[in-house]
């Protein structure tokens, strides 16, 4: 009776342990979208934004819509989070959300690309 339930035992193992880590798995590599207001005002700063966020560790998808200012990032959260986007952003010259841009960042864009410009045409 002893090895019958060790028979039941390690045959449960086997079946639930390999269950249970897949759906482990699954939602370790699932993603999540998050949305910031940047201060982006052309095509030359979705283009700078989406490029910087490619490099970003854990983004899969990042894409500016230009007239709302709303970047919206594919990510993985096992790899970064909201706070490292938003620096990221940042990094590349642009506010996200409430948060400044670099100074340093933000003075190296095109004059087209700063949000002090109030005159603004699209051909770059």
């Known amino acids: 009776m002893k ?16 269950a249970s880590f897949a759906q482990t798995a699954k939602a370790k590599g699932a993603s999540e979208q998050f949305q910031m207001k940047t201060s982006a005002v052309c095509d030359m700063c979705k283009a700078r934004l989406e490029k910087a966020m490619a ?29 490292a986007l938003r620096a990221a952003v940042q ?9 400044p841009a670099d100074a340093r960042a933000y003075n ?14 699209d051909a770059h």
């Not at 990094?91 to 948060?99: H, I, N, V």
Request: aromatic letters at 8%.
């Open 91 to 99: 990094r590349t010259g642009y506010d996200a959300d409430d948060k």
């Open 3 to 18: 090895t019958f339930k060790s028979f039941i035992v390690a045959f449960l193992m086997l079946v639930v342990a390999p």
């Open 55 to 83: 490099y970003e560790k854990g983004v899969q998808e990042a894409n500016l819509d230009v007239p709302s200012k709303v970047l919206t990032v594919t990510y993985r959260p096992d790899k970064t989070n909201s706070d």
């Open 108 to 121: 190296r864009l095109p004059d087209c690309c700063k949000k002090t410009n109030n005159v603004h045409t």
